[in-house]
């Protein structure tokens, strides 16, 4: 039974990097010198991410009993780790929003209308490794606060 958990998470996070590859490799690249279009038939990099997503979430929820067991196996400080990982947490999306902000910033004068903040050309700044890192932080904080229920 630990060998097939062990594969599964291994699968699952093999997926969810899959996924997040497709999702940079189909989104449109913004090009301020030429023109931009806005296709009616909406974001094709986000079909990319609905169909794993069961895996993705598995591979996060998963990953709190990963972070148990290591937690245990070390005996790491609580207080420490907890302070890391919140920390890795707000750098890690206050980095994602700075990008997002800052290219929407740049975008919208080559726009006619107003563009929303999830539009073809930021896909990748949504969908990264580095928000899946920022998700990956939320389960090792969690872990803790089971490991604390025994």
């Known amino acids: 039974m630990r060998a097939f958990f062990i594969i599964s998470v291994f699968l699952s996070g093999l997926v969810s990097l899959g996924a997040i590859w497709i999702v ?11 023109s931009n279009p806005m296709w009616s038939n909406g974001n094709p ?7 794993p997503m069961p895996f993705i979430f598995y591979f996060i929820f998963s990953m709190i009993f990963v972070f148990e067991k290591i937690h245990n196996k070390y005996k790491v400080n609580r207080r420490r780790f907890i302070t890391g ?7 890690l ?9 800052d290219f929407n910033r740049v975008a919208q004068p080559y726009f006619e209308y107003e563009i929303g903040y999830l539009n073809p050309y ?13 998700a990956l932080c939320i389960p090792a904080i ?7 229920r025994k």
């Open 24 to 34: 940079h490799q189909m989104t449109a690249n913004f090009n301020p010198d030429g």
């Open 45 to 51: 990099g986000l079909f990319f991410i609905l169909w």
């Open 85 to 91: 990982y919140t920390l890795l947490f707000i750098g």
């Open 93 to 101: 999306v206050s980095f994602t929003l700075y990008r997002i902000l």
């Open 122 to 134: 930021t896909n990748d700044l949504f969908f990264n490794v580095w928000t899946l890192l920022a």
């Open 142 to 148: 969690v872990s803790f606060y089971l490991e604390g």
